[in-house]
């Protein structure tokens, strides 16, 4: 979806892009996703100003494309299970305020009013009207399509080409080399592996998730719905399991049920430990769904950073090399505001936001 995007941005502001891809579209982490678009989870700092930038622009693609990638401005609600925890989901809100989220504290009828389904005697919770969703693999699809950008399928890049010098000049595939003067890793969960091949780091590494997918449904779940130990999950360095529970519909009828966290390499192995949890999670907010059927599970990896911040920009240390990876979970959401960065800085424009904090070699070398 990263790649996607910085394909779009780039071949708008005028360049010709060529998208490289060892296997088909969305065939990694994208074809994993739920398609969350989220402001709700991110704390005020460099990501929010990011997801706020990215919301912008998916606002603008859903203008013109919303319906075919299933585009929804349906909002999220962080709910709450005893008081204290609602006065810290409270406090975690104002701050948002402050930098610009909608935040609207939700209690007693009002948190029903909203999801009629929940469990009863929660206390309450905050709605944010500005999550949104799309479907990631149709979003990561168009956005190619759209962006015109020659598209190769089924290649694997196995070198970076560069002069004596140390800049960049293109890239070695198994079925031939491409030349370019700048090249853009937005390999997500293999940004390392890339980053490498140019003779460089980058700590991206692999954070695996479930997702359990229900039978179709009517819309009982009306809103990305989650328990407010979502945030801290997201933002733990543990490499144990961790799940959460995250509940919500879609415009084609399935519910999605995740959210898992672990630090296991790729091994894709099921776990039926991890999804039991996500289940037992997903009745105790909404209990109806004891009774329906889960039809299947997924597995994914989310490019994990150390700092839960990915890496944006050109890489001062190999000059033509530029930086669109280790969003951890929030790729899809991230993507818009990630590509029109990329694209800002290949065309020396100043970017709209301050590129600093995800500057590549903000690690130091034993870190990658």
Known sequence: MVG???????????????VVDRGPVAGGTTGAGEGNLLVSDKEPGPELDLAQLSGRLWEELAGEYGEIFEYEAKGGVVVASTSDGLAALERFAEGQRAAGVVADKVT????????????????????????????????????????????????????????????????RTDRGDLHAPAVVNAAGTW???????????????????????????????????????????????????????????????????????????FDRTFSLAAVRALAAGAT??????????????YVGFRPYMPDHLPAIGPDPRVPGLFHACGHEGAGIGLATGTGHLIAQALTAKTPDLDLAPFRPDRFPEEAA
């Open 4 to 18: 996607a995007a910085c394909a779009l941005y780039a071949a708008r502001a005028g360049l010709d892009v060529t």
């Open 191 to 265: 940004g390392a592996e890339l980053a490498a091949r140019a003779g460089t780091s980058l700590p991206v590494l692999p954070r695996r998730g479930f997702v359990l997918v229900t039978e179709p449904l009517p819309r009982l779940v009306r809103h990305k719905v989650y328990a407010a130990d979502y945030v801290a999950d997201v933002a733990s360095d543990s490499a144990a399991l961790q799940t959460s529970p995250v509940v919500e519909g879609t415009a084609a009828g399935p519910i999605l049920i995740g959210a898992s966290r672990e630090r296991v390499g």
């Open 108 to 171: 007693g009828g009002g948190l029903y009013d909203l999801e009629p389904h929940l469990a009863p005697g929660l206390p309450g919770g905050v709605h944010y009207p500005q999550d949104s969703q799309v479907m990631p693999a149709l979003a990561a699809a168009h956005l190619l399509k759209a962006s015109g950008a020659r598209l190769l399928t089924g290649r694997t890049v196995t070198d970076v080409l560069r002069t004596a010098d140390g800049e960049v000049r293109g890239v």
């Open 284 to 297: 105790g907010l909404f209990p109806f769904l004891a009774g329906v059927h889960a039809l299947r599970s």
